[in-house]
Each structure stands twice: as structure tokens, then as C-alpha cells.
């Protein structure tokens, strides 16, 4: 009989579990059920109180590490206290978010006890037993995988399922004992690189992306750099929406050539870059090659503008691809979008 | 050795970017057609690693760089022919399987292994560097699992930036959600950094340095030692190529203005 421990922690406010973290608890019930598995849930963060009130109708026993140590993410402190949570749980299956801050972790707990782990889970089944589905090749390979050995740890991608909604009632967590290791490492805050201006937002409906081509000659001849960074810094704060990069435009900041200045790897999408989640994708200047594609796998509509009409755009990745020039027209969205303001 | 760092760097190989992937089941299980025959890169990720080794270890005298890479020795020495040329390193080679669905804990206690065994490194100026993530497993477990078992519990991952101050601590940038940066400062080494893009550029080619790299990889490819990877117990029910193919709507001669109305229609809906 399998015992699922979900491994969640507490938001910046100290006070909530992260959504992800819901999600991940969202998993663990509906599992527990579908593999008449026992369920535990254990919770890491500074207090841990006023968070375990969201697993309230969970029908789990919740565990809890907390204190001053557990405040930061930080591998160290962290790694202790998912370690001992899992021993005082003794799961043969464990959920956990793939935050950045499970992600640093979580296979280091694995190995510590013995256990095994498998990340970025898009999907969970039950089929003979339990059954996961990851991507490989950065999303261009699917597959579905299973482990016969336990334990076996599986990081849950955030924005795959709905969170948990607690029911009415009372937790109260058991507080689990942490042996820290001596702590060599201080968090001391989070700096956003982009001068002052968000250009990542990962709950924005739409992504705009800006490809090389922003930044080569016009037809007369010239770099219009300043130009194309008032039409795409324009969009994002008429429309809200994040900024996602080519790899070839971030790198070029990186060799001192013409650069839009708010860019940085952050921002790149694709094969060496990130694979966001939006409803919608505006790609504009970029070629559509597979490499950056790769990054759009989870955009649900995609609408491109690029003045070849060969490019990979036209091959099936976008839903429609307009040949026209992205300075005209993205001055005229923005036009469009300032007079509906 | 105030300051000097041994730094490890883990790096596997992976299919060109641009090359079109189609999985196969072989006799080894899953894996990718004509896997062996596709051209090969050295990780992206790991590649950042390995050149911010680089740039580390000239900054800071009496440091020594090691590249230690896991992969068929024939796919080895192609890749390194051109890595060899960008910056300096000692070559630890493993001989063993290629590719993406071989399991990473077995991939990391080869790497343990063979660092555990490099003559010479200072575990105490241990720095681990690899990638965040590999371009072909993209787990994530890889290098975690390795400093584990190494014995450092000071890890960082998603890693664009390391500073080194003068009394021997480092401050580190990290990757968090919101395109954000986590800023931790460790005291020291020994410590364990994935790199994502890190910021340096490629560096170019340089044929002196590929020359002194040359003398010690074709000896290291030599004596590279033969391992299997043990699947742990994880088998793969399925493997398939994502569906993505949509119908594209060209649209050709349309009026820029008319073009906005429909983006701008679009984006209310």
C-alpha cells in the first residue's frame, strides 16, 4: 500500500501556502484516493500555523518544520527539513512544487534517503500503479514514465491542475524536530535585473516576443534601437504583458551590439531559456526556428508578424502568421490600445 | 591558495538544437533514432558553466578548471575538438551511454566517482559547476545528487552570477519565480552552482588554447573508464513526439491598420 507525503511551503507572506504548493496538495488527495494510499502532508516556512488552515477537510495528518532557519530558501536549511519530514512520514511517495526553491532541494532529500526522484510532472495517471508524464529534449520529446523503487519523490510543474480549496474546520500541525547542519549560506533578498522595469510577468494573459530583428538595419538602412524599445515597452504597459526574448537578441547585450537596454537572459525563451505558461503569444521580429519554439510549447494561441513569409512561423507553429513589418504595426497596436485606455 | 578555487565542471553532450528529433525504441530501450549519427553540442546550460569557470579561475590565481563530461568516447572527442578551443580545462571523460532517458542518479554517482577520484582536487576549494538543467533529461537532479554525494550541502541553481569577495566568501544570483534573482552570500567554498545563462558571451575560438587542451584530452579519452547506468527501477511506458502541428492562417498584403485591429481584437477577447 503506498503512503503519499506532500511536501509544500509557505509564500513570502509567510502566511499562505504558495499556489503551487496547493496544487501539489490538490494531487496528494486525489491520489491518495485513486491508490487507497494514506496521506500526510508536511509544511516548511518561518510559522507554519496560519498556512496548515488551508489543508483544513484534507483528511491528512499534517506535519510541520518551522522557525527562523526555515525563512529563507536555502538548500541547507531546506534540505534538512524536507528530510525530516520524510522520515517522520516514511512515504513511499512524495509530491512536492517544482518552486525554485523544491527544485534546489529536492533530489539532494531523495538520495539522502534513499529514494529516487523524477521532475518537471506535467501529468499523473493511474494505471498499473502510479504513472507520470514529463517532457525530454526541452518539450520535444513527451513520455510517460514509472519507478518500481521507493521512495519516489516527483516535483509537480505549477499550473497543471487547480489548487486545493480548504473546507471548514481546524489543522492543527505536529511540529517535526530539524538537526540543522551548520549554516554557511545567508539569503539576504531577491534584485530584479531588469533596471526598474517588469518585463517578466508570469500571470500576464499574453507574452509578446521580440526576436533579433528589432535591432538590424530598416529598409533605410538605419538601427532603429530607441524606437523599438518605445513600441515593445509601450505594449507591455498597455497591455500587461510579459516580455519573452530570442536567445540570439539577449546574447547581443552580452557582446556590447546594439541592444533593446531592459533585455536580459531572463527574459530568453526557447531551447537555453524558459517555457512559460500564457494563454495567448504575439511573436514579433523572431524567426520561429525550433530552438525558440520549443519555449512556446505551453502558449495556447499564437499569432506571429515577420516579413518573411517562409519562416518557422508559417510551418505549423503559429496559429496565424501576418508578413508585414513590426514597427508599422506594432505602433499602430499600441495607437490602438492607448485610444481604448 | 587564499581565494584559488579547484571548479569541476560537469557537462554532458547533447543533439544540436537544430537538429529534428524522432524517438526510437532500441535494444537498449528508449532513446533516438540514428541517435549516435546526430550532431552533438556540449550542453548549453553546462557550457555557461564551463566558460564562467573559465572566467573565474583567470580572476583568481591558482585556480584550476576540470571538465568532467559522460558520453560515447568517439561523440566526446568530436564535441571537444571545438570546446577545447574556447577556454582551458582538464578533460575527466567517462565512457558510457548517451542521451536523455538514462536515469540521473546513476549518471551522478559516475560523476561522484570520477570527481571523488580527479589526483589533486582540494575539496575544500571545491567549487561543483554544471548546468541547471541538461538540453536532453532536463531534470534538474543531476548535479544536486552529485554535490550530494560529495558531501556539499551548500547548493545554488538557476545560477546567472557568482562575485567573489576578498575574504573568500561569494555572493551568488539565483533564479527565482517572477523573473526575479535570489541573492545569497556563502561563505565559502566548498559549494555547489547550476548555472542557467550566467552573462558572458561565447568566448571565441583560440587556437593556443585548444592546442594546450588537445595534449590532455586525447590521453584522457584514452583511459576513460566504461560504465553502466542503472535504470533504478524507472521504465518508460511511452515516448512520442509532442502534437504541435496547427493549421497557419498566412496573411499576406493586409493593410497595417487593419492588421492592428485584428491583433488588438484578438488580445481583448
Keep these: ?341 | 591558495m587564499a581565494n584559488s578555487f579547484h571548479i569541476v565542471v560537469c557537462a554532458s553532450i547533447v543533439p544540436d538544437p537544430l537538429q529534428t528529433l524522432e524517438p526510437a525504441a532500441g535494444p537498449a530501450g528508449s532513446g533516438l533514432k540514428n541517435e549516435m549519427m546526430l550532431p552533438a553540442v556540449l550542453d548549453p546550460w553546462a557550457a555557461a558553466g564551463l566558460y564562467e569557470a573559465a572566467n573565474l579561475a583567470a580572476k583568481h590565481p591558482g585556480s584550476k578548471v576540470w571538465l568532467v563530461s559522460l558520453g560515447p568516447k568517439a561523440k566526446l572527442q568530436q564535441v571537444l575538438m571545438t570546446v577545447a578551443q574556447k577556454v582551458p580545462f582538464e578533460l575527466v571523460a567517462i565512457d558510457g551511454p548517451l542521451g536523455g532517458f538514462t536515469d540521473a542518479h546513476s549518471t551522478a554517482a559516475a560523476l561522484a566517482e570520477a570527481i571523488a577520484a580527479i589526483p589533486g582536487l582540494d575539496r575544500e576549494h571545491l567549487l561543483l559547476f554544471g548546468g541547471w538543467e541538461s538540453a536532453s533529461r532536463g531534470a534538474g537532479v543531476t548535479l544536486q545528487t552529485t554535490g550530494e554525494r560529495l558531501g556539499i550541502t551548500d547548493q545554488f541553481q538557476g545560477v546567472d552570477q557568482i562575485t567573489v569577495n576578498e575574504d573568500g566568501s561569494f555572493e551568488v544570483l539565483e533564479r527565482v519565480e517572477g523573473g526575479k534573482h535570489q541573492v545569497s552570500v556563502c561563505t565559502g567554498a566548498p559549494a555547489v552552482l547550476g548555472w542557467a545563462t550566467g552573462n558572458l558571451p561565447e568566448p571565441r575560438n583560440s587556437p593556443q588554447v585548444g592546442m594546450a587542451n588537445m595534449r590532455g584530452i586525447m590521453p584522457a579519452l584514452q583511459k576513460a573508464k566504461n560504465v553502466k547506468l542503472d535504470a533504478n527501477g524507472l521504465s518508460y511506458i511511452s515516448v512520442s513526439l509532442p502534437k504541435q502541428k496547427r493549421e497557419t492562417r498566412l496573411v499576406k498584403d493586409m493593410p497595417e491598420d487593419e492588421i492592428a485591429r485584428e491583433i488588438v481584437a484578438w488580445i481583448e477577447e
Design chain 1, 1 to 341: 500500500m503506498e503512503k503519499i507525503l506532500v511536501l509544500t511551503h509557505v509564500d513570502e507572506s509567510g502566511a499562505a501556502l504558495t499556489g503551487a504548493s496547493l496544487e501539489s496538495v490538490a494531487a496528494g488527495v486525489e491520489f491518495a484516493g485513486l491508490l487507497d494510499a494514506t496521506l500526510v502532508i508536511g509544511i516548511v516556512g518561518a510559522q507554519t500555523e496560519a498556512a496548515a488552515q488551508q489543508l483544513a477537510g484534507a483528511s491528512a495528518r499534517v506535519l510541520s518544520v518551522s522557525g527562523e532557519a526555515f525563512a529563507q530558501a536555502r538548500y541547507a536549511s531546506d534540505a534538512a527539513a524536507c528530510e525530516a519530514l520524510c522520515r517522520a512520514a516514511e512515504p513511499t511517495l512524495v509530491f512536492a512544487p517544482a518552486s525554485s526553491r523544491f527544485a534546489r532541494v529536492i533530489p539532494g532529500v531523495a538520495y539522502r534517503l534513499g529514494g529516487f526522484a523524477d521532475t518537471h510532472i506535467t501529468a499523473l495517471a493511474k494505471g498499473d500503479g502510479l504513472t507520470a508524464s514529463r517532457s525530454f529534449y526541452r518539450q520535444r520529446v513527451e513520455a510517460v514514465v514509472r519507478r518500481e523503487t521507493r521512495p519516489w519523490f516527483l516535483l509537480l510543474e505549477g499550473g497543471t491542475r487547480a489548487p486545493y480549496s480548504a473546507a471548514a474546520g481546524q489543522v492543527q500541525p505536529e511540529p517535526v524536530a530539524v538537526t540543522l547542519p551548520p549554516l554557511r549560506t545567508n539569503v539576504t533578498g531577491t534584485r530584479a535585473p531588469s533596471q526598474g522595469e517588469q518585463t517578466i510577468r508570469p500571470d500576464a494573459k499574453i507574452l509578446l516576443v521580440a526576436g533579433a530583428g528589432w535591432t538590424k538595419k530598416q529598409p533605410d538602412g538605419q538601427v532603429h534601437g530607441a524606437e523599438a524599445e518605445a513600441l515593445i515597452l509601450g505594449f507591455l504597459h498597455l497591455t500587461g504583458a510579459s516580455l519573452g526574448s530570442s536567445k540570439s537578441l539577449v546574447d547581443q547585450g552580452g557582446e556590447n551590439q546594439s541592444v533593446l537596454k531592459f533585455m536580459t537572459h531572463l527574459n530568453q525563451i526557447g531551447q537555453t531559456g524558459a517555457t512559460p505558461r500564457h494563454a495567448k503569444g504575439l511573436s514579433t521580429c523572431c524567426h520561429g526556428e525550433e530552438p525558440h519554439v520549443v519555449g512556446w510549447r505551453f502558449i495556447n494561441e499564437r499569432r506571429a508578424i515577420n516579413l518573411d513569409a517562409n519562416c518557422g512561423w508559417a510551418r505549423g507553429k503559429a496559429d496565424v502568421l501576418y508578413v508585414a513589418d513590426a514597427f508599422k504595426v506594432m505602433a499602430k497596436v499600441n495607437a490602438l490600445l492607448a485610444e481604448k485606455k
